[in-house]
């Protein structure tokens, strides 16, 4: 499975239970790896990429009133488009499922509250539309290998 290294409890923002930030990256790197070269590409039918910002605080680690575990939380509201506020690597995953040879669809999935997620109007849908569209097209210049 893809390792991960993001955490909506930290301070960082990052998985703080390893010796340090380096062993963190090379985990992760290690598990884009094993990605690339274990899932065959005709496995996959949709690559569907999420950023996030990283919260201005961290999240309580305990479930809210209603159940919601954090990392719930930190998906329902947090979630811009990629290069617009998020920390979450999407370059390198991206990358790593495109040398699977992966070559179909693309899906953004977003749930953007703004940075706080307390909640966002939208009030400029074409100009909001069009701004994840030049996201998609930088996320697949910045990914391709060349």
Not at 25 to 51: C, G, H, V, W
Not at 57 to 86: A, I, T
Request: charge should be neutral.
């Amino acid at each position: 499975p893809l390792e991960g290294s993001a955490d909506p409890t930290t301070k960082s923002g990052l998985i703080e239970n390893v010796e340090n930030k380096a062993v963190l990256e090379k985990r992760f790197q290690a598990s884009l790896e094993n990605l690339s070269k274990t899932i065959p590409a005709e496995k996959i039918y949709i690559l569907q990429i999420s950023d996030a910002y990283k919260p201005k605080k961290p999240l309580d680690p305990n479930p809210d009133k209603s159940g919601l575990r954090p990392r719930g939380r930190w998906s329902s509201c947090l979630r811009p488009v990629p290069f617009n506020g998020g920390y979450l690597p999407v370059v390198d995953v991206t990358k790593a499922v495109l040398r699977t040879g992966f070559r179909g669809w693309f899906s953004m999935e977003v749930f953007d509250g703004g940075p706080d997620g307390s909640n966002q109007e939208w009030d400029d849908m074409p100009g909001y539309t069009k701004k994840a569209m030049i996201s998609h097209n930088d996320l697949l210049d910045k990914s391709a290998e060349k």
